[in-house]
């Protein structure tokens, strides 16, 4: 089979293509019953709380989600700005400690095939959506909170997470006055 | 003494995997042991809540498939109450099933196992993923796979209330029923699933068909394994993921027997081994003789490959010409070369289109009876369907109030245990003669063997910042480290 190249109309459906938002997309990532996972969720909830109470405040709509790959890079399609709130286990530091940092600076696992058993790597994910014409954000912020204990299913964070929670609001909030983003305009064919 | 090497793949979420290798004194290999992690408690996490719950609740164990665990949950509370729900609720649920089955099936074939095929086993690794297809064969394949995806997820938003995540399957039926234009929508993405899955049969068959290298390597000893297979099928003994019977065929292809979702007990025993904290599921009738295959080891498989070779056929015509071209191109009933399960997802993924469509166009799909409220005191049941990657059994007790009292799941993968741990004894065995040790083939041998299985190790729901790192460690007769080999760590 040759390669086919050009037209990037019509590669994925039209309703992938065309919506924009000018919001930034906060999505707070994890499973909420298996303990210090949960953890997205929980800082999300708390960014929708804070944002409501605000009123006027900056242009952001506020998700909670459960998948990661090609699913997430669906989620982000029209979106100019991402900002994924998720627990992270570095092995390093404490339990609660915050980590902010563009998702292009995340080792990017780019043989998508160990990545999980059943999906590609966000970066791949992200490629592959962009290489097809997805409108996607050009900057994707990602909140790290250090968890502790997320091999048992629970509906509690951890102390030191829980305690963290107001301190990742804060950040998100943060970053959604910062402003910035824009959609990725590729054309890799 | 004996030399030790440990493959240990790490993630958060996919949990702690950890293969161990041991070798002889002439440096062959002697055995190996996989152990899979274990997300603790959920039982515990389930007793004491209401069972209607179990639907939402058991979505939420594994991010990969919640829509198996909550057509599974349904089917138990369905049984706890004792309800058989409407036609109408039945078909729905196969329904929003099938599309289910469509989305998965695809992003497996297109996102994992076709990169092996597409760019060759032995491509770069770094190649050997969806963006190496799509480079390779052409950006309208990553499209079509989008919209596959899409159009499952739509499906199973408009029947199950949320994307993913489905809500509306409860203990009688569903909570809502489809109106005559969701219905058109529904059917019309259904006959566009069905060409994409002729489509992919075809790109199989230009790609892993045509190259008489893949096929040797579907064909060859390394992924062969003789043991037994199960699979629900239906009264006709055709592969149903949604309800039925589930077949029991031995390695000669004899059916052993067909038991009810609750006659569970009486067909499948669990091993335990010291070394892992997951059981290892065997047929009971036949019995635990170790990890060997063959007629009197009780070992089986649950993929799409076991259910094809446990059943007589496939429910619907072209997946049923697809069904009669696998097994004549690969030698008859049943099939033991595990690799090609890769082809019998792709069948599986037409029939479940089809399905689809002929549920789409079914006139009872829009009924307004879609629910039979439950009147008898709930007690205990049973509920299994087909996960994509194997047989997926629920099993609750509750209290005259419907609280759980105990819980006990037997999850697709689990099923799988024996025979992947199989593969990779025997992956090992090819790639390790007298301590010598084919690093980068190993890995990649061992990846394949679990890919074609398709497991689910944990109860992952993402991943960041997403990879699975690999860690061979080698140790020699004398307990000291020899050689660490990383991927990704």
New interface residues.
């Given amino acids: 089979?040759?390669?086919?190249?050009g037209a990037r109309s019509?590669?994925?459906?039209q309703d992938?293509q065309v919506t924009e938002h000018g919001a930034t997309l906060v999505i707070g990532?994890?499973?909420?019953?298996?303990g210090d996972?949960g953890v997205g969720w929980r800082v999300a909830e708390e960014v929708q709380a804070r944002l409501q109470v605000l009123g006027n405040g900056p242009n952001a709509r506020v998700e909670r989600?459960?998948?990661?790959?090609?699913?997430?890079m669906?989620r982000m399609v029209g979106y100019p700005r991402v900002i994924?709130i998720?627990?992270?286990?570095t092995g390093e530091g404490t339990a609660g400690n915050l980590t902010c940092l563009p998702l292009s600076a995340?080792?990017?696992?780019?043989?998508?095939?160990?990545?999980?058993?059943?999906?590609?790597?966000?970066?791949?994910a992200l490629?592959?959506?962009r290489?097809?014409g997805?409108r996607l954000p050009k900057e994707v912020w990602?909140l790290?909170i250090e968890?502790k204990r997320?091999?048992?299913?629970?509906e509690q964070l951890s102390p030191p997470v829980e305690a963290a929670v107001p301190l990742a609001a804060d950040k998100v909030l943060e970053l959604l006055a910062n402003g910035g983003g824009g959609i990725e305009d590729h054309d890799l064919? | 003494m004996t030399d030790r090497i440990t493959i240990d793949p790490i993630t958060r979420l996919e949990g702690h995997g950890k293969i161990e290798i041991f070798l002889d004194d002439e440096g062959n290999v002697a055995n190996t042991y996989f152990q899979i992690p274990e997300l603790r408690g959920f039982e515990r996490f389930c007793v004491g809540r209401p069972v209607e719950e179990m639907p939402v609740l058991t979505n939420r164990i594994c991010g990969v498939c919640p829509e198996a665990h909550h057509m599974a949950a349904a089917k138990a509370a369905d049984a706890v109450y004792k309800v058989v729900p409407p036609p109408t609720a039945k078909k729905l649920r196969e329904l929003l099933y099938s599309a289910f089955f469509v989305t998965d099936h695809t992003t497996h074939f297109y996102a994992l196992s076709g990169p092996d095929f597409v760019m060759g086993p032995q491509a770069p690794v770094a190649e050997r993923n969806i963006l190496g297809v799509i480079h390779k064969v052409g950006l309208e394949i990553g499209g079509k796979v989008i919209q596959a995806r899409r159009y499952g997820h739509e499906v199973i938003e408009i029947i199950g209330g949320r994307k993913v995540h489905p809500c509306t399957s409860i203990p009688g039926g569903q909570t809502r029923g489809i109106n005559e234009e969701e219905r058109t929508a529904i059917e019309k993405m259904g006959r566009w699933a069905i060409e994409f899955a002729q489509f992919s049969l075809q790109f199989f068959a230009d790609i892993v068909l045509g190259n008489q290298e893949y096929l040797d390597l579907i064909l060859g000893d390394i992924y062969t394994h003789r043991m037994h297979y199960i699979g629900m099928v239906d009264e006709n003994n055709h592969v149903n993921f949604y309800d039925g019977l589930v077949s029991v065929v031995d390695p000669n292809g004899r059916r052993l027997g067909k038991y009810a979702p609750e006659e569970y007990r009486d067909w499948i025993a669990e091993r335990v081994e010291p070394w892992t904290y997951l059981k290892f599921p065997y047929l009971r009738k036949v019995g635990w003789k170790g990890f060997v295959g063959g007629e009197d080891s009780g070992i089986y498989s649950a993929t799409p490959l076991s259910r094809l070779n446990a059943a007589d056929g496939m429910a619907t015509p072209l997946a049923q010409e697809q069904y009669e071209r696998f097994f004549e191109t690969l030698g008859g009933k049943p099939v033991h070369q595990q690799l090609a399960a890769h082809w019998a997802r792709l069948i599986e993924l037409l029939y479940a289109a089809e399905r689809w469509v002929e549920l789409a166009t079914d006139p009872e799909i829009t009924g307004d009876n879609f629910r039979t409220v439950p009147t008898e005191t709930p007690s205990e049941g049973v509920g299994i369907v087909e996960a994509p990657r194997g047989t997926l059994t629920h099993h609750y007790w509750t209290d005259q109030r419907g609280v759980l009292t105990q819980v006990n799941l037997i999850v697709g993968t689990t099923n799988n245990y024996a025979p992947i741990s199989m593969s990779i004894k025997k992956a090992a065995e090819n790639l390790i003669t007298k301590g010598t040790v084919v690093t980068e083939g190993l890995l990649n041998m061992v990846e394949m063997a679990f890919r074609s299985y398709d497991p689910c190790f944990g109860c992952a729901t993402h991943s960041l910042p997403g990879q699975m790192p690999l860690e061979v460690k080698i140790t020699d007769a004398r307990g000291e480290t020899v050689e660490v080999l990383r991927q990704y760590c």
Avoid: W, Y
């Fill in positions: 089979m040759e390669r086919k190249s019509g590669l994925i459906p992938c990532l994890g499973n909420p019953i298996l996972d989600f459960s998948a990661g790959g090609l699913a997430l669906e994924l998720d627990s992270i286990t995340l080792p990017d696992p780019s043989a998508g095939h160990t990545t999980s058993a059943h999906d590609t790597s966000l970066q791949n490629e592959l959506g290489a097809l997805a990602v790290g968890a997320i091999g048992e299913f629970s064919t």
